[in-house]
């Protein structure tokens, strides 16, 4: 499966035949390649990649360095210190070395990279987990950094790890990807209060109408942020004493997708202006706002907003 421009495999084979471009060392803080895939790769590229790891460790575990990778058909070994001495490690450990490995990758400008199951071996960490774990890795690097990477390849050795893998890693990861990406996709909305009324924008993109001042939460941000963002945005208003007051989540809710929305309450002081994205801006009260063209579910929210305040209740 592919993710952005990166295809991402998980092959059957011995880690040291493969010719990726780099190869993962599931490796200890010391560069010492004592036993496991790390004793494999010495074994067969050659006692030079241990010399070169010794004189770049120790590195703390989660840090991950690169060397050679000696008499190998790959250019690199990239050595991730899921480990101290005590051969133990964690969900932490394991992620940040699979993460820092992708980094390294990019930053010697390969296009290919394997990996082996990170802290399996002599670890003892159960596949599945570290499957996951680095597939959570994976997804989340290749959205967030500008990476060059083509490949990323998962290498089992035999056909138990391989099917746990195939699992943990593919499987999940089409899961993520054409499932939980097609949505639903969150939303802020905000009854801004000003001057004995509420903030209303005319939209200017379908769905058409008038609506309360909110829009899309961004990859990154907290649903707070995102409020004070979209009003700014949208109002030119600086929002103030923010308070979440319900969330709506009908599939229906929305025309153009399955959203789930927050909706919050402010304040806010100064005059507002329509945004680029509005076509115009009205300050109403909002029991006449109830009896416009709202678009979406906005005149649902502002009668449950009419009872709220109509119960006393303070925002």
């Known amino acids: 499966m592919k993710i952005n421009k990166c295809e991402i495999k998980i092959v059957q084979a011995d880690i040291t035949e493969l010719a990726a471009e780099?190869?993962?060392?599931?490796?200890?803080?010391?560069?010492?390649?004592?036993?496991?895939?790390?004793?494999a790769i010495k074994n067969k590229g050659g006692k030079i990649i241990e010399e070169e790891a010794l004189k770049k460790c120790p590195i703390n575990i989660g840090e991950a360095v690169f060397t050679t990778a000696g008499d190998l058909k790959a250019k690199y070994i990239i050595h991730a210190a899921v480990m101290g001495p005590d051969f133990?490690?964690?969900?932490?450990?394991?992620?940040?070395?699979?993460?820092?490995?992708?980094?390294?990758?990019?930053?010697?400008?390969?296009?290919?990279?394997?990996?082996?199951?990170?802290?399996?071996g002599v670890g003892k960490f159960p596949l599945l987990a570290s499957a996951k774990i680095m597939a959570q890795e994976v997804w989340r690097y290749l959205r967030e950094e500008d990476s060059q990477l083509k490949e990323i390849s998962f290498s089992l050795y035999d056909q138990e790890a391989y099917t746990i893998f195939d699992q943990g890693v593919i499987k999940y990861l089409e899961?993520?990807?054409?499932?939980?990406?097609?949505?639903?996709?969150?939303?802020?909305?905000?009854?801004?209060?000003?001057?004995?009324?509420?903030?209303?924008?005319?939209r200017s993109n379908p769905p058409f109408g008038w609506a309360l001042p909110g829009g899309f939460v961004d990859y990154g941000e907290s649903l707070e942020d995102a409020v004070v963002r979209e009003a700014k945005e949208e109002t030119g208003l600086d929002i103030t004493r923010v308070k979440q007051f319900h969330i709506y989540s009908d599939p229906k809710r929305d025309p153009r997708f399955h959203t789930i929305g927050t909706i919050f309450i402010a304040c806010a002081k100064g005059k507002p202006k329509a945004g680029d994205d509005a076509a115009a801006l009205k300050i109403v009260q909002p029991k006449e706002a109830v009896l416009l063209d709202l678009a979406f579910d906005h005149k649902k929210i502002l009668r449950d907003y009419l009872e709220y305040k109509e119960r006393g209740e303070s925002s």
């Open 22 to 39: 780099a190869i993962v060392n599931a490796a200890n803080n010391q560069g010492i390649m004592g036993g496991g895939v790390a004793a």
């Open 88 to 120: 133990k490690t964690d969900e932490i450990k394991i992620r940040n070395s699979c993460r820092n490995s992708l980094r390294i990758a990019d930053e010697l400008g390969v296009k290919s990279i394997v990996f082996p199951a990170l802290g399996c």
């Open 175 to 202: 899961h993520i990807v054409y499932k939980l990406q097609n949505g639903p996709f969150p939303t802020v909305d905000a009854i801004i209060e000003i001057d004995g009324g509420i903030v209303l924008i005319q």
